[in-house]
């Protein structure tokens, strides 16, 4: 009977880490058209590590002393990438003050009288001056998929703080899997064009770059307009994008708020649990017909 495949399918799910809220939920995921993904922490490892730091007029360790001393008012991947690397070469990380996280952009605070700024290079532009230098530098780190944090003290540009996030290991072959079942990919992120394209053309798919997190929400509604559009997001900044979607997918460990958006979670953080999960349900409705 129809509720009994559909109960059988939930714990097969299940399982293997696959949940899904019901057979509403298995209904639409059969039908899925385009899987949208946030790109850090879902296709990427979410674990940027910094790979080079080059300063302008200053120590390299007076750079990243004032860079990782404002981070420390941000939760963001990229600032948790920064301290790290600030403690691992012997560089002093203090508290600033007044520092905050500007959600999409960067984070600022004061460290001993002087403003600071890190953040993306396309949000710095009207912080501070940019000399050829710098932008030839910053677009060749990002055109090697690497997003690149500007230093910005008083208003003068004093480094760039390059990261690199790699994609899981299963993300290509995944992408692959969904184009075999017809199923277009598309990643989404708030990271420039530069890096996003690049990471997207390694995986073998379709890109929207420089998105603040109400852009992601409405990418999603414009596709969710044409078709099914399952959105694979991780973190509490997500919640928005899943619930637009026609199927808001959670990944990994996934914060409790994204968690309760999500029509389905995906626990193992494997991206190939994504065509594995649209299979399972196309096999049961398949079942039922
Ligand atoms: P993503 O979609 O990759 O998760 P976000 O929307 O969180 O990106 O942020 C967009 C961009 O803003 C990042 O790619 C980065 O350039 C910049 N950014 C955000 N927070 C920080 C931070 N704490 N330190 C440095 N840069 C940041
Ligand atoms: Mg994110």
């Given at each position: 009977?129809?509720?009994?495949?559909i109960?059988a399918s939930?714990?097969?799910?299940?399982?293997?880490?696959?949940?899904?809220?019901g057979?509403?939920?298995?209904?639409?995921a059969?039908k899925?058209?385009?899987?949208?993904?946030?790109?850090?922490?879902?296709?990427?490892q979410?674990?940027?590590?910094?790979?080079?730091v080059v300063?302008?007029?200053r120590?390299e360790?007076e750079?990243m002393?004032?860079a990782?001393s404002?981070?420390?008012?941000?939760?963001?991947p990229?600032a948790l990438?920064?301290?790290?690397?600030?403690?691992?070469?012997?560089?002093?990380v203090r508290?600033?003050?007044?520092?905050k996280?500007i959600?999409?952009?960067?984070?600022?605070g004061m460290?001993?009288g002087?403003?600071v700024f890190?953040?993306?290079p396309?949000?710095?532009?009207?912080?501070?001056?940019?000399?050829?230098d710098a932008k030839?530098a910053?677009?060749?780190?990002?055109?090697?998929?690497?997003?690149v944090?500007?230093?910005?003290?008083?208003?003068?540009l004093?480094?760039?703080?390059?990261?690199?996030?790699?994609?899981?290991?299963?993300?290509?072959?995944a992408?692959?899997?969904?184009?075999?079942?017809g199923?277009?990919?598309?990643m989404?992120?708030?990271d420039?064009?530069?890096?996003?394209g690049a990471?997207?053309?390694s995986?073998?798919?379709?890109?929207k770059?420089?998105?603040?997190?109400?852009?992601?929400?409405?990418?999603?509604?414009?596709?969710?307009?044409?078709?099914a559009?399952m959105m694979?997001g991780d973190?509490?900044?997500?919640a928005?994008?899943?619930?637009?979607?026609?199927?808001?997918?959670?990944m990994?460990?996934?914060?409790?708020?994204?968690?309760?958006?999500?029509?389905?979670a995906?626990?193992?953080?494997?991206v190939?649990?994504?065509p594995?999960?649209?299979?399972?349900?196309?096999a049961?409705?398949?079942?039922?017909r």
């Open positions: 009977s129809v509720p009994a495949s109960a939930l714990s097969t799910g299940a399982r293997q880490g696959l949940l899904m809220k057979g509403v939920v298995i209904e639409a059969a899925t058209g385009i899987v949208a993904f946030d790109k850090t922490g879902t296709l990427t979410g674990r940027p590590r910094v790979t080079e300063a302008f007029g120590s360790a750079v002393e004032l990782a404002v981070e420390t008012g941000s939760s963001h990229l990438a920064i301290i790290e690397r600030a403690k691992s070469h012997a560089v002093l508290n600033a003050t007044e520092a996280a959600p999409g952009q960067g984070v600022t460290l001993d002087t403003a890190v953040g993306a396309r949000h710095a532009m009207t912080r501070a001056t940019f000399g050829n030839s910053a677009e060749q780190l990002e055109a090697a998929g690497k997003t944090a500007v230093v910005i003290a008083d208003g003068v004093i480094g760039l703080i390059a990261m690199r996030d790699e994609p899981r290991e299963d993300a290509a072959a992408v692959a899997e969904l184009k075999a079942m199923v277009r990919s598309l989404l992120t708030g420039n064009a530069r890096t996003g990471i997207a053309g995986l073998g798919m379709e890109h770059a420089e998105l603040m997190p109400e852009d992601k929400v409405a990418a999603v509604k414009t596709l969710a307009a044409e078709g559009v694979i973190g509490i900044n997500d928005p994008a899943l619930a637009a979607a026609s199927i808001g997918v959670a990994g460990s996934g914060t409790d708020v994204a968690l309760e958006t999500a029509d389905a995906i626990l193992k953080s494997r190939r649990d994504v594995a999960m649209i299979r399972l349900a196309r049961t409705m398949g079942n039922i």
